[in-house]
């Protein structure tokens, strides 16, 4: 893995102490707004790994170029890029065919939109914002950077993507004033729920908006009335020529797309029967049928298919980690990657997290090497992550008046995260 160079100078490339800090310190923008999403579509896996050198030659390095260098070693191992994974692939395959679809369309009123679920740590707005990214670098080349609907003469920021995080306790008012904030439009206290809406119509126009990025959707909860009109907002932005794309936890689960069922032999979420389409034989919900749904799963380790997507993608993290005394095969080699599936379950947040903390500590110790006695070392908050469920965890409503509730008996795999406690239970 280490190879030796040729001349003089190991560390030739390598950023002064002043850039370094930059870097490291240097502020970044909120990816919700017109600026910081422009930093993250321009910046996000560009930065150009520590030179690879052996123990030898950093030996051999002056203490100040050496402290510089071990600060660059840190900076790379605590941000390994995004890999090709086929989680990734097929998120981006998905949102790309609909992109390019929708902005084809020119007489269909509403555009169909895009919902990425899974559990925590599974990649969804990475993999989200990354084909987004993507999406919109290749708009702006083939328009050359303008807006191809702007009015002569007007000045508008072109943004053909924009990537709102839902509100916490969201109304149809605080997703509009999220959307406003995007591109820091001012909005007056007093404003309406009509002007609002008018708003954020014009300012998609204007700016040119082609895709809607929403995320943490999975906050709406279908008992509450205020929620129920938020989805009712979003369905209404689809028809501004906008391509909406959710992310979230469970969206099968929370009632977005009614209360869908696993089925653990197709591997598919199935929808079961509207009472009003046995009544009224009417059609199922405008939600489910505007609205593709695509469920990113953890890394699986059966077969030979999956095996070889899961060393391919330590052997990408390999080739990024900078420790002096790594090796070919540190991380593919061995009983390494069932180690690392057993410790992580194939999440791949959690994966990440396991290798920047454990290349800190090879790099603290002094081993300045991964392997399986000194990840063991290292605490995940969940060493047994969570899993998809057999069954979608559906939330309840509020009991009814003057109705005793007896708590359920919590399953025994029963995880509590950030978001409350949801039973998980393995596949």
């Not at 993507?134 to 950077?145: N, P």
């Not at 953890?298 to 990024?320: D, M």
Request: one cysteine or more; proline letters at 7%.
């Amino acid at each position: 893995m280490t190879r030796t160079l040729s001349h003089d100078d190991p560390l030739e490339g390598l950023p002064s102490r002043a850039k370094i800090a930059e870097l490291i310190l240097g502020g970044r923008p909120p990816r919700d707004t017109y600026v910081g999403w422009q930093y993250y579509r321009t910046h996000h896996g560009l930065l150009l790994p520590a030179p690879e050198i052996s123990l030898q030659q950093w030996q051999m390095i002056p203490e100040g170029r050496k402290a510089d260098y071990d600060l660059y070693r840190q900076l790379t191992n605590a941000n390994l890029p995004l890999q090709n994974t086929p989680m990734h692939e097929q998120v981006g395959k998905l949102i790309r065919r609909r992109l390019r679809g929708n902005t084809m369309k020119q007489d269909d009123p509403t555009r169909a939109g895009v919902m990425v679920s899974g559990w925590g740590n599974y990649g969804k707005t990475a993999s989200v914002c990354s084909a987004g990214a993507v999406f919109e670098t290749q708009w702006l080349e083939l328009h050359s950077y303008l807006n191809p609907g702007a009015l002569p003469g007007a000045r508008d920021l072109h943004a053909p993507v924009v990537y709102v995080s839902t509100p916490v306790t969201a109304t149809p008012k605080s997703l509009c004033a999220s959307i406003l904030g995007f591109f820091r439009a001012p909005t007056r206290k007093s404003a309406t729920l009509p002007e609002l809406v008018r708003h954020v119509s014009d300012s998609l126009h204007d700016h040119g908006v082609k895709a809607l990025i929403l995320d943490d959707i999975s906050r709406l909860r279908m008992h509450r009335a205020d929620d129920q009109d938020v989805l009712d907002l979003m369905r209404a932005f689809m028809s501004l020529d906008v391509t909406l794309i959710l992310t979230g936890v469970n969206i099968s689960g929370i009632g977005l797309l009614r209360e869908a069922k696993w089925n653990k032999k197709t591997r598919q979420w199935e929808m079961p029967p509207l009472e009003s389409t046995r009544i009224h034989g009417l059609e199922i919900t405008q939600t489910e049928h505007r609205f593709e749904l695509i469920e990113i799963e953890r890394f699986r380790y059966t077969t030979p298919g999956q095996i070889q997507a899961f060393i391919n993608h330590l052997s990408g993290i390999e080739q990024h980690v900078r420790l002096l005394n790594a090796k070919e095969g540190m991380l593919t080699g061995g009983t390494m990657p069932e180690y690392l599936l057993r410790r992580t379950d194939g999440v791949v947040g959690l994966l990440g997290r396991l290798l920047e903390d454990g290349s800190q500590e090879a790099m603290e110790s002094g081993k300045e090497l991964i392997d399986e006695s000194l990840l063991d070392e290292i605490v995940l908050r969940r060493d047994e992550p969570e899993q998809p469920p057999d069954e979608p965890v559906i939330p309840v409503g509020p009991p009814a008046v003057g109705k005793k509730t007896t708590q359920a008996k919590r399953p025994r795999n029963t995880v509590f995260d950030d978001h409350g406690p949801a039973a998980r239970a393995g596949t």
